[in-house]
Each structure stands twice: as C-alpha cells, then as structure tokens.
C-alpha cells in the first residue's frame, strides 16, 4: 500500500493595526490589533508515519531552526493527536517563504497549515471549532493564520473577530535578513515607556481600534486606511533596527501610500494605491538594493490543497 500524504498551506499576515496595553502581571500585554493575512504562504505536507518528525526547505535560509520536540509544528501535530486519541505520528515536511522572525507570523502560519493537514491525513475530524481552540493553545497567531482574512484580536490577539473587507490591498512587504525577537521587542517597548512617560500618551489597559481605520477597510478605501496605520511595537523596533526607519521614509517618498513595521518586525509593509503601483514601487524598492515583494490582503487561511 502506498504511503499516505497531505499538504496544507496557510498565510502570513501584517497587523495593519496595533495597539499595546501595559504590561499585565503575568507578564503579557492585551492588544488591539487589525490582522490581515497577505497572499504570502507556508506549505506544509504531512505524510504517515510511526513517529513525529520535521525538516524545513525553501527560498529562505531554515538551517537554524530546531528539528525537535519543541518545534512548534511538531508540538501542533502532537496537540491533534492528543485531542483525537489518534496513536500514530507524522512526518512533516515545511516549505517556508513567510519571513523568519520577521513580525509576519510565519510559525504561526506553520503550525495552522499543519492542524488542518493532520486532521485530514488522520480523519480526525475535529472540526473548525475544535481546531481554534488548540491553535490558542499553541500562540497567539495561529488561530488567526487557521482563519485568514481581516480580523479584530483582542486579549493577547488570539480572540478573534472577522473584519469587512470590500476590496483587496496591494502591499509591498521589504523583507530584512537580520530578524528580531518578538520578546526583545515587547521589552523594549516596556523600557521606552518608561523612560518617556512624560511624554507620551497614557497607555489604556484596554486598548481599542480606531472608528475611522474600520471604515477605511469596509470601503476599500486605500488612502484614508494610510491614515490611520498604527503600530505601537514601531518605535521601540526603529531604536532595535534603526535602519527601517530609513526604508519606511524611501518607499513613501517613492509612491507608498504609507508604510508600517509589520507586528515586531523587521518585515516593513508599504501601502499601495493598487496593484500597478505596488509593483513599480517594488521594482524601485529592489533596483535601491533592497528585497521587495508584492503581495495582496486579505486572502482565506488555513487550507488543504
């Protein structure tokens, strides 16, 4: 009999939006953040197997990531399994093109693709529900990666709403080989507000979206969302990479609505009015000596090809 295999791809995403609250006394922060998943995707193909195990391969290096226990595809598989009574294991084989470290989720995609592909090859049928909730278990992205599209998430962004999204955006994403830290970027922005609490606004413990940035995603209307991008985590990743400040001022000063440190960055989303714009303003972006992508939001998550 022949072996049996399925894959699954799932998207990476930009937080159009991002607001951070304080930091809480078991040591995390509630958000407020607009999600969408961009036309950017990992492709992840389980195949039957007595044991768990995962190797990496694509367009961008993977030599350094762990191959063991605490990968978090092979904690996503063992989680199905786990919640099934499913006995057996897999092999999974992960394609990455999601930048790594790169504030665009691309673990998070990685261990969404693999539910919804375990759950296939195994029959377990958990379901989409059922599936959420393990994906809450395993990081606050992945149940947005399981979902797609345009989301509101709240709490540590993991409770999600679905957002109205007339129309695509076409998005530039820069992508940057040195990645960074999510934990070191949460720190700094700790110690940013420290130091400048004078300063800067009062930090709600609540935090919301913004009325007008909803509107600009329900209409479609690129310019007015340009408006009003937010990214609480950008200054504390500017002072990190200070060098992305200087690709955010290049792309809005070459055709870019407007642009914004993707989550905890480095990974730089540039707004675009529409699809021809995003790809000159890509071509600039590279002929400058930088690496640019064109991508289009929102598109659906998790799924079996």
């Known amino acids: 009999m022949s072996v049996k295999s399925v894959t699954a791809v799932a998207p990476g995403k930009i937080n159009v939006y991002l607001r951070v609250g304080p930091l809480g006394e078991d040591g995390y922060h509630t958000v407020a953040t607009i999600y969408q998943a961009v036309s950017l995707f990992e492709e992840v193909t389980v195949t039957e197997s007595d044991d768990f195990s995962v190797r990496f391969s694509g367009p961008i290096d993977t030599s350094h990531l762990k191959v063991d226990e605490s990968n978090l595809v092979i904690r996503a598989a063992r989680a199905v399994a786990a919640a099934s009574g499913f006995a057996g294991g897999a092999r999974l084989d992960v394609v990455k093109s999601v930048p790594i470290a790169g504030g665009m989720g691309g673990g998070s995609a990685d261990a969404a693709a693999t539910l919804v592909a375990v759950d296939a090859l195994w029959g377990t049928n958990l379901g989409a529900a059922r599936l959420s909730e393990i994906a809450a278990t395993l990081g606050a992205d992945v149940p947005f990666a399981l979902h797609g599209g345009t989301a509101l998430g709240l709490g540590r962004g993991d409770v999600l709403s679905p957002v109205m999204a007339k129309s695509a955006l076409h998005w530039v994403l820069v992508v940057n080989e040195e990645g960074l830290s999510t934990p070191d970027v949460f720190h700094q922005l700790d110690r940013h507000r420290e130091e400048h609490s004078i300063e800067i606004e009062t930090v709600a413990v609540d935090p919301a979206v913004d009325a007008e940035l909803l509107l600009a995603l329900r209409t479609g209307d690129a310019a007015a969302l ?68 064109c991508v289009s939001a929102p598109v659906q998550g998790a799924r079996v090809m």
């Open 226 to 293: 340009a408006e009003h991008l937010r990214n609480d985590l950008q200054a504390a990743t500017l002072q990190l990479m200070p060098s992305l400040g200087e690709t955010i001022e290049f792309g809005e000063t070459h055709g870019a609505l407007a642009g914004i440190v993707s989550g905890s960055g480095p990974t730089i989303a540039l707004l675009a009015a529409d699809e021809n714009s995003a790809t000159h303003l890509a071509a600039t972006l590279v002929a400058n000596g930088r690496k640019a992508m």
